[in-house]
C-alpha cells in the first residue's frame, strides 16, 4: 500500500489542478491529522511529557533490556497501526493542500490524475458537505482499462470527530503486482475534548481481528483495551488466541496491564498481570498457571487490577 500511496500523491501533483483555491479550506477540514488520530502509548523514561492536546507522547527510548513484555506488545499493536493510517493520512492531506480540480458550494475534488504514464490506477479524492461543518470523504481509484471507480478510503464527519475506514482489499484489487494488504480498519474517533476516545476494528480476511479502544487523559495518561482474535506470538506456525488486554499508564509513563489469554496455543485459559516502571521495566508479574514464573513485587505497581 505504501507505494500506491506515494503514487496517489504524485498523481494529484501532476494532475494539473485547475479550479481557485477559495473555498477549498472549509473542505480540507474533513481530514484528520495522522498525529491527532494516532494510538501512541509511552515510549521511555519521563514518558509524560506531551504535545498535540494530549494525544501524542514523547519520550526517549527504553534503554532498559526487561522492558514489560505486555508493553511492548501493546506499544507494536498500536504502532503498527499507527503507521498505516500515518502514511495514508499524510498523502491524503499533501493532496487537499494542493488546489482542487474542481468546487462548487457542496464538493470539492482533486484529481482524477496519475503519476505517470506506466502507473496503473487513476485516482481521484472527493469531499462533500452533508452538514454544517460536516463532511463525506472518498478516495477512489480507476485501474487503466476500466470503468469502474473502486472506493479505497472512505469517511465521515471533520478533523475532530468522525471515522475514516481503509479497505486494503480495494487496493490490492486496483494494484495487484504491488498491494498485498488483506482486510479492512475503520477508526473512530473523538478529539473535541479530554478524554479523548480513538477507536480501532481491524479485521483481516484469515478471520483474525482486534479492536482497540484508547483513551487519552489530560497530562499524558492513558489506557487501551484490546479484544480480538490474533497470534499473540510472534512466531511462525503458531495459532491465534482470543485476546483481552487492558493497558493503562500514568503521566510519567508507569503502568499496568492485565490479560486474558484462551485457546489458540493456550490449553488452558490464563490470566496475566504485569507492571512496570516510567522507565518502562518490568516490576511485576504473576499469571494464573505460571506460563512464565511470577518475578517482582505487586506493591510497586502504580496502579490497581483491571476488572475483565
Known amino acids: 500500500m505504501r507505494r500506491s500511496v506515494n503514487v496517489l500523491v504524485c498523481a494529484f501533483v501532476m494532475a494539473g489542478c485547475v479550479a481557485k483555491e477559495d473555498d477549498a479550506e472549509r473542505f480540507r477540514q474533513a481530514v ?33 533490556t526487561s522492558s514489560a513484555e505486555y508493553y511492548r506488545f501493546t506499544r507494536d499493536l498500536t504502532g503498527a497501526i499507527d503507521f498505516g493510517t500515518g502514511v495514508i493520512l499524510g498523502s491524503i ?63 465521515h464527519g471533520d478533523n475532530k470527530t468522525g471515522w475514516f475506514a481503509a479497505d486494503n482489499d480495494a487496493w490490492h484489487q486496483l494494484d495487484p503486482e504491488h498491494d498485498h494488504d488483506t482486510g479492512s480498519t475503520k477508526v473512530t474517533f473523538d478529539l473535541r475534548k479530554l478524554p479523548a476516545t480513538i477507536a480501532v476494528e481491524r479485521k483481516d480476511v484469515d478471520a483474525q481481528w482486534v479492536n482497540i479502544d484508547v483513551t487519552h487523559e489530560a497530562g499524558g495518561a492513558g489506557s487501551v483495551e484490546i479484544t480480538g482474535h490474533a497470534d ?21 509513563g508507569s503502568g499496568r496491564a492485565d490479560a486474558q489469554l ?13 507492571c512496570w516502571s516510567d522507565s518502562l521495566a518490568r516490576v511485576y508479574y504473576k499469571d494464573t498457571v505460571d506460563y512464565e514464573p511470577p518475578s517482582g513485587d505487586a506493591t510497586k505497581c502504580s496502579l490497581d487490577a483491571a476488572k475483565l
Open 232 to 252: 499473540f506470538d510472534a512466531a511462525k506456525g503458531t495459532k491465534p488466541e482470543d485476546i483481552r488486554l487492558v493497558s493503562r499508564w500514568l503521566t510519567n
Open 93 to 155: 492531506w499533501i493532496v487537499v493542500h494542493t488546489q482542487p480540480t474542481a468546487i462548487d458550494a457542496k464538493h470539492a475534488v482533486w484529481g482524477p490524475g496519475n503519476g505517470s504514464a506506466l502507473d496503473p490506477v487513476v485516482w481521484r479524492f472527493t469531499v462533500t458537505e452533508v452538514g454544517d461543518q460536516e463532511y463525506d470523504y472518498v478516495l477512489e481509484g480507476q485501474r487503466k482499462g476500466t470503468t469502474d471507480w473502486i472506493p479505497a478510503l472512505t469517511g
Open 32 to 64: 484528520p491529522l495522522a498525529e491527532d488520530v494516532a494510538l501512541r502509548v509511552p515510549s521511555g523514561s519521563n514518558a509524560g511529557g506531551t504535545t498535540t492536546k494530549g494525544l501524542r507522547l514523547s519520550g526517549g527510548p527504553t534503554t532498559t
Open 262 to 274: 484462551e485457546n489458540g496455543d493456550m490449553p488452558l485459559k490464563v490470566n496475566a498481570s504485569e
